[in-house]
C-alpha cells in the first residue's frame, strides 16, 4: 500500500501547488487544498486500490512485473474517464500504480494513452462530451506523454541519427495526440524526429524544401479529409529536397482502410508507434541500398 500512499500525496500536493499557482488568497487557497486534496484522496482510493489489491491478491508485485501486464481496453477507458473528471495528478498516479503492477512503458504508450485518446475522440463524435470537456482531457493526456517521453526515449539508441522524420496531422485534422506518441518512438528508435502538427500542405513543403527528411509522416482519423490528405502528399513529393523521401501514413482511418494508402501516394501504412519506426527503418534501409 506505500505506492498508494505515495501517489495519493505527489496528487493531493500537485492540486494544491495548482490552486495557489492561480492567484487565489492564501486563506481561500488553503481551503481549496483541504478540499480538493480530499476529493483526489477519494478518486485515487476508488480507483486505484482495487487494483492494488489486484496485485497483492495475484502473488505481489515482484509476479507482477514477471508477467509483464499490458494495459488493457478497460484501463485505457477508465484513464480516459479520469482525465476528463481530474487533474493530471490523478491521472499519473493511476499510470504510476499500472507501472509498479509490471507495465512497460511501451505498452503504457500503444495500450493505455493511444487508446484511451481514441475513446476521447469517440466520445466527442458520438457527442457524450463537448469539445471544451474533450481539449482540456487531451492537454492532461498530452502531459502525462511529456512527462514519460524523456525516461522512454533513454531506453532507445543513444547515438546522433542522421535519419530525419517529419510528422504531421493532415491539414485539417483537430486529433494530432497519436502524432506525438509516434514522435516518441521514432526517438526512442535513433531517428531525428520533427514535428508540426496543425501546419498547412504549404508549410510542410516549405519544410521539406528547405531540410532534408528520409521519411514524412502523416496522420489521419477520418475519411472526410482523405482529399486534403492526398494533396498534402503531392505537394510534400514536389517540394521535397530528397526525391526519394518516403511518405508513412497511419491513424484511425488507415487502421480499417490499409488499402487506401497506395491511392493516395503514400509508401507505407503503419498501426502504431512502434509499427511506424520499424516500416521507416526498413524503408531507409532499401532506399539506401538502391542508391
Known sequence: MA???EATAASSASAGDERAANGRPASHASGGRDARRDALSRAIEAQIIPRLMLVHASGGCTDAVSRDPAPTREEAIELASLVLAHDVG??????DVLRARGATLETIFLD???PAANHLDTLWREDRADFCEITIALSRLQQLLRGLGVPFEAEGEFTVS???VLLASTPGETHTFGISIVEEFMRRGGWDAA???GASATELGRLVG?????VVGFSLSCECLLAELSSAIDIVRRRSRNRRVGVLV???YFNEHPESAASIGADLVAFDGLDAVR?????????????
Not at 210 to 214: G, K, L, T, V
Not at 279 to 291: E, I, L
Request: glycine letters at 10%.
Open 3 to 5: 505506492i498508494l500512499k
Open 90 to 95: 490523478v491521472a499519473q498516479s493511476y499510470v
Open 112 to 114: 493505455l494513452l493511444a
Open 162 to 164: 542522421e535519419k530525419r
Open 195 to 197: 514535428c508540426a502538427p
Open 210 to 214: 528547405r531540410d532534408w527528411f528520409d
Open 250 to 252: 497511419g491513424g484511425h
Open 279 to 291: 516500416k521507416a527503418q526498413r524503408f531507409v534501409g532499401g532506399a539506401a541500398r538502391a542508391r
